[in-house]
């Protein structure tokens, strides 16, 4: 999760929301990512979805069987749907989203549609440190304007 | 629909699962793009994400505000929270997806999660072709193992 959070940091020096995602796969990191919405002005680019394609670009399958990704906020659907698509086997998170609505990231990890089922795990000794770097990033932000 | 079912055509011809989605702006055909997961090995590229993709690029904008999708099955979780994280303003799908959970489609879209919501519609006289380009897919795949 420190891998994680110093995605973060570089997503907030680039003036991103400051999310990072790290996919480690036998007890080896093998993709990281942090959130390029802005800068890319891409939708898809959220922290999660940049790690998955690296990893599966690193392992040449859309399968990452036995990996666990660690996110320093809850994933929205989109990222939970694709952490359930690439068959990931974990996901750990540090800070909860507290803008989600009716839980809808564990009922997509925990969805049996793709006879596969992805553990969910929020690790709390991370939660302050990772919801500090968002309170801060949007203080900021509301003080610019 | 029709340019979305093309799509799904060209999968079909690469061995994959045929589905196909289009985005529209303005009565403009903005982008196109079908499943690539098998070719790519990439758990990401349906055929929703590689329109949503196109589109922000085409348009420099991660917002596809005022924008359509024509997609020729009902999306997964992540394809439907790419199309609400993407702004995009109605879905239009084709075949309803009989193994999806929960509702969790219609669940995602209309979340007021982001302060946005897309409008869901089923394009109930495509439903046939939309279906039945998948079913003789996986009839076509059973009958080769």
Same mark, same amino acid.
């Given at each position: 999760m420190e891998a994680a959070l110093e995605e973060a940091k570089k997503a907030k020096k680039k003036g991103e929301v400051p999310i990072g995602a790290v996919i480690v796969k036998d007890g080896k990191m093998i993709a990281k990512g942090h959130n390029q919405r802005e800068k890319k002005q891409n939708? &898809? &680019?959220h922290a999660e979805i940049v790690a998955i394609n690296k990893a599966c670009k690193k392992l040449h399958s859309w399968r990452l069987d036995d990996a666990e990704i660690y996110v320093t906020l809850e994933p929205c659907p989109m990222c939970a749907g694709a952490i359930a698509n690439a068959r990931l086997s974990k996901m750990i998170y540090g800070a $909860?989203? $507290?803008?989600?609505?009716?839980?809808l990231c564990g009922k997509i990890l925990s969805s049996i549609r793709l006879n596969h089922k992805c553990e969910m795990v929020q690790a709390e000794e991370f939660e302050n440190e990772c919801s500090q770097i968002l309170t801060d990033f949007f203080k900021a932000k509301r003080s610019q304007n």
């Open positions: 939708a &898809l &680019l $909860k989203d $507290k803008t989600s609505q009716d839980e």
